[in-house]
């Protein structure tokens, strides 16, 4: 009957033979755990007997000083048909001084792993646990309102708009007598001196400019090269 089951199939089984996990305390702690060897314990048999088996996979680990962390996924495979799978992603942490951070990281993802896929119950809720730890509040700092720009446009929000707004005219522009009074009216004098003190990024582009933002600059030169070009080509027509 296994062998005709799939991988979710098999899994649903597994769910409805195992059941809770004891928590248990160990020499030195003062609180409970449910720890990796015991969950491997309580599911593996159950596992097996359904054929199902799980090992980690596409692993990255960063190490900062004594901590380990690693992001992978846990693959649950039908032992009658390897093409048959659930992945699970999962993490893990492991904090030690000498080196046995990694297998830490690595027994801890897999374990809330098999807690996950499977279901299981431990007697331990999170956001209970949060909840009675948040027994005070905690007072935010006050958000500072950011420094209004000197202007003519004076919030960020106000200037990038006004450039997008110049950009999508400048593209409208039919001649290069248009395109040069454009540019040479004050208004867009002004937002153009303004995007050189306080936003610079507008103009010639770099760091911080999302990309749908045009940069000023290289869109004046170029339409500017544009514009002599065809004025060259008419005169040696002419």
């Known amino acids: 009957m296994t062998a005709k089951l799939n991988i979710a ?4 089984a597994a769910m409805a033979d195992v059941d809770y996990i004891q928590k248990e305390k160990k020499s030195g702690m003062n609180y409970s755990i449910v720890s990796h060897d015991a969950v491997t314990a309580k599911v593996r048999p159950i596992l097996q007997k359904h054929g199902v088996v799980y090992y980690p996979r596409d692993m990255h680990v960063e190490q900062s000083g004594n901590r380990t962390q690693a992001v992978f996924t846990v693959r649950f495979e039908n032992i009658d048909d ?18 046995k951070g990694p297998g830490k990281a690595m027994s ?71 395109f040069e009074a454009f540019l040479a009216d004050k208004d ?23 990309e749908e933002y045009e940069p000023i600059n290289p869109l004046i030169k170029r339409m ?15």
């Open 108 to 178: 801890y993802g897999v374990k809330y792993a098999l807690l996950k896929v499977l279901g299981l119950e431990t007697g331990d809720d999170p956001d209970e646990v949060q909840d009675k730890r948040a027994d005070h509040k905690v007072e935010e700092a006050p958000k500072k309102k950011p420094e209004p720009l000197s202007g003519p446009y004076t919030s960020k929000t106000a200037l990038w708009k006004a450039v997008r707004a110049f950009v999508h005219e400048l593209h409208g522009c039919g001649d290069s007598d248009m």
């Open 82 to 99: 390897r093409s048959d799978y659930i992945d699970v992603a999962t993490f893990g942490y492991g904090v030690d001084p000498q080196d």
């Open 224 to 238: 500017r090269a544009d514009f002599d070009l065809i004025e060259n080509n008419t005169l040696r027509a002419g």
């Open 188 to 210: 867009n004098f002004a937002l153009l001196a303004q995007c050189e003190r306080d936003a610079p990024q507008l103009l010639d582009g770099g760091e911080g400019l999302p």
């Open 9 to 12: 199939q098999r899994i649903n």
